[in-house]
């Protein structure tokens, strides 16, 4: 069963990639999908911080589609309506994510260290911590969200290697590329916003 739901988790996470890749509100349906398959493996597997942050995910696709969606509704022509502008991330978030996601990573590792029987915990810990921010990052349509996957994506590579999830390895292999595309992706998107708005 688990080598089916691993199957099944793949083939989500990459219509969840493709959505992404091209700013498309219907990543936030299939990312509601994958986290429920996601934390039946991670808990079998021993990650409980990857499993517990899902639980976030679930939450986070809803606020996520909410605000690239409804918050980006244009009230002056009747039934029109504009998605959420990609725009970079002011000096005041970074340092709010910084913290955020130090104190977090701290929490957690301590946690996994003297709650569970945990053999990774810094490591599940990182990922977990800024996997956090990330997503409300990509959420509030940050451009930088894509570099905090980047490193989000390369340690879950070697983490789910190790832990024998070959499959999510493979996965999180192409996140890892997809993030650097994606972030060229949405810089030029962003760009022709702007130009758009411009003229």
Same mark, same amino acid.
């Given at each position: 069963?688990?080598?089916?739901?691993?199957?099944?988790?793949?083939?989500?996470?990459?219509?969840?990639?493709?959505?992404?890749?091209?700013?498309?509100?219907?990543?936030?349906?299939?990312?509601?999908?994958?986290?429920?398959?996601?934390?039946?493996?991670?808990?079998?597997?021993?990650?409980?911080?990857?499993?517990?942050?899902?639980?976030?995910?679930?939450?986070?696709?809803?606020?996520?589609?909410?605000?690239?969606?409804?918050?980006?509704?244009?009230?002056?022509?009747?039934?029109?309506?504009?998605?959420?502008?990609?725009?970079?991330?002011?000096?005041? $978030? &970074?340092?709010?994510?910084? =913290? %955020?996601?130090?104190? !977090?990573? @701290?929490?957690? +590792?301590?946690? #996994?260290?003297?709650?569970?029987?945990?053999?990774?915990?810094?490591?599940?810990?990182?990922?977990?911590?800024?996997?956090?921010?990330?997503?409300?990052?990509?959420?509030?349509?940050?451009?930088?969200?894509?570099? $905090? &996957?980047?490193?989000?994506? =390369? %340690?879950?590579?070697? !983490?789910? @290697?190790?832990? +024998?999830?070959? #499959?999510?390895?493979?996965?999180?292999?192409?996140?890892?590329?997809?993030?650097?595309?994606?972030?060229?992706?949405?810089?030029?998107?962003?760009?022709?916003?702007?130009?758009?708005?411009?003229?």
């Amino acid at each position: 069963m688990d080598i089916a739901l691993e199957i099944a988790g793949f083939c989500i996470g990459l219509i969840y990639l493709w959505y992404e890749y091209h700013a498309n509100p219907r990543m936030w349906i299939a990312s509601v999908v994958m986290p429920m398959i996601s934390m039946w493996i991670y808990f079998r597997k021993g990650l409980y911080a990857d499993f517990a942050i899902n639980i976030y995910y679930l939450v986070m696709a809803v606020y996520g589609y909410a605000v690239w969606t409804l918050a980006g509704r244009r009230h002056d022509s009747g039934s029109a309506k504009a998605s959420r502008p990609i725009t970079r991330m002011p000096a005041a $978030a &970074w340092v709010g994510c910084a =913290a %955020v996601f130090a104190l !977090l990573w @701290a929490a957690l +590792g301590l946690g #996994l260290i003297y709650g569970t029987d945990s053999t990774v915990p810094w490591y599940d810990a990182f990922t977990t911590a800024l996997s956090i921010v990330a997503l409300w990052m990509l959420a509030r349509k940050y451009l930088e969200q894509w570099l $905090a &996957w980047m490193v989000v994506d =390369a %340690v879950c590579v070697c !983490l789910y @290697a190790y832990k +024998g999830i070959y #499959l999510y390895a493979t996965l999180y292999t192409l996140y890892t590329a997809i993030a650097w595309l994606g972030y060229r992706k949405w810089r030029r998107l962003m760009a022709a916003t702007a130009a758009k708005m411009e003229s």
